[in-house]
């Protein structure tokens, strides 16, 4: 599982739905004490992969700015 909680390419969604599985793991009381640890660590691993998933729309989000009627987006802005 650790390699999968490394991969650049992972979306939120599915970031996410892995630390749900987690919590859910770790909730159930049944993994090990050394299951548990290495849980909570990828469980950490992919909280901040989300949490970066967020700032960067928050980013583009901000980079919205209203021109008249329209909105347009701040040169600059990688959308990739």
Not at 23 to 45: A, N, R, T, V
Request: glycine fraction near 4%.
């Amino acid at each position: 599982m650790k390699k999968e909680v490394m991969s650049k390419k992972q979306t939120f969604e599915d970031a996410l739905k892995k630390l749900q599985n987690i919590i859910e793991e770790l909730e159930s009381g049944s993994p090990s004490l050394d299951k548990m640890m290495q849980l909570f660590e990828d469980g950490m691993k992919l909280m901040q992969e989300c949490r970066s998933h967020l700032i960067e729309v928050e980013e583009r989000i901000n980079t919205l700015i209203k021109v008249g009627e329209d909105y347009s987006k701040k040169p600059g802005i990688d959308q990739s």
